[in-house]
């Protein structure tokens, strides 16, 4: 369990890099205004849930990347599941998840 931990960590804090052909980001699926990039990656023979959301604003885009604990069997799973909780995490945060915007913007 702390393995998984400090895997994530340090892919979190950009210490470590996924490369490969399979680990790049899928293709980019456009929600309420917010681009949603797959990018699962592969980790101990599964595929780690993560992406990223983007979203243009006058002064640039912004970015959230995320990670989470869900692993899938393939590339694709983990692909559809990425989009789908980029899309919970639209829905409940709104451009909170972006910490140089207002709290109370949408």
Do not use: C, N, W
Request: charged residues 30%.
């Amino acid at each position: 369990m702390a393995s998984f931990f400090s895997d994530l960590l340090s892919r979190l804090s950009g210490k470590e890099r996924p490369s490969g052909p399979e680990e790049v980001a899928g293709e980019a699926v456009e929600y309420k205004g917010y681009r949603i990039r797959p990018a699962p990656y592969s980790s101990k023979g599964q595929f780690q849930t993560a992406g990223t959301i983007e979203k243009d604003f006058p002064d640039g885009m912004k970015e959230h990347r995320f990670v989470r604990a869900e692993t899938h069997a393939s590339r694709d799973d983990a692909v559809t599941f990425s989009v789908t909780k980029a899309r919970q995490i639209i829905d409940e945060q709104g451009d909170r998840i972006f910490p140089d915007k207002p709290v109370g913007t949408t």
